[in-house]
């Protein structure tokens, strides 16, 4: 058995979980840290990318938990910076995207994250009821989730006079399809 198939087998670690999910091996990054050299939110994270492929190789649980609490995978914007200057071509955006659904899968995501998770389901909200982003219920959304009623308030009017908000939803044909696509995500989620 190749070691890639042996550890797609074995989705009870993240490393092989991360495969199944996504089809990236961690076990190709040789630790060359060009990655975390180019990343514009390293300083910023608990653990830099190339070290969270380091401690997904070592298959050690409480690494894997350590990865999945982490506040690394909700900072990481998907600027693709880091899959641009591997030289083993490992797409760690979509590494960081499989270990945000597992963090939520498993309850474990980082309190600071609070507000980034909001923001990530309130446009999905958006994107599910409209098919496309609708700013104003992206903002109720979010601020209803986070508490934050009063953030921002005053950008309102402007934001209005310039018209970057528009009181009525721009709603997409086909969103029986963009339902499907949701409900197809969910499904492969609870898997
Ligand atoms: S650049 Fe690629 S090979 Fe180098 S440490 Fe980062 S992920 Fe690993
Ligand atoms: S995609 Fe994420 S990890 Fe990669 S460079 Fe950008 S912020 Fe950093």
Redesign the pocket.
């Known amino acids: 058995m190749s070691s890639d198939l042996h550890t797609a087998c074995q989705t009870d670690t993240l490393a092989g979980r991360v495969l199944h999910d996504t089809g990236v091996s961690v076990t190709e990054c040789y630790q060359c840290g060009k ?2 050299a ?5 300083d910023e ?1 608990d653990i830099t ?1 190339s070290q969270t492929l380091r401690m997904l190789q070592l298959e050690m649980p409480d690494l894997d938990e350590e990865v999945l609490r982490s506040s ?1 995978i909700w ?9 641009a ?1 591997c030289p083993k071509e490992i797409d ?2 979509k590494v ?1 995207d499989a270990l945000r659904a597992e963090s939520l899968r498993r309850k474990v995501a980082n309190p600071k994250a609070r507000d980034i998770i909001a923001f990530h389901r309130s446009f999905l909200d958006s994107i599910r009821t409209c098919g496309r982003l609708y700013e104003i219920l992206l903002i109720v959304a979010y601020k209803m989730r986070t508490r934050h009623l009063l953030q921002d308030l005053l950008l309102a009017p402007k934001l209005f006079v310039r018209g970057k908000l528009n009181p009525i939803p721009e709603l997409i044909h086909g969103r029986d399809h963009m339902a499907r696509i949701f409900a197809r995500a969910a499904n492969k989620e609870s898997q």
Request: proline residues 13%; neutral net charge.
């Open positions: 990655c975390s180019g990343c514009p939110l390293a994270m990318p690394t900072l990481c914007l998907t600027c693709e910076m880091c899959y200057r760690l955006p960081m």
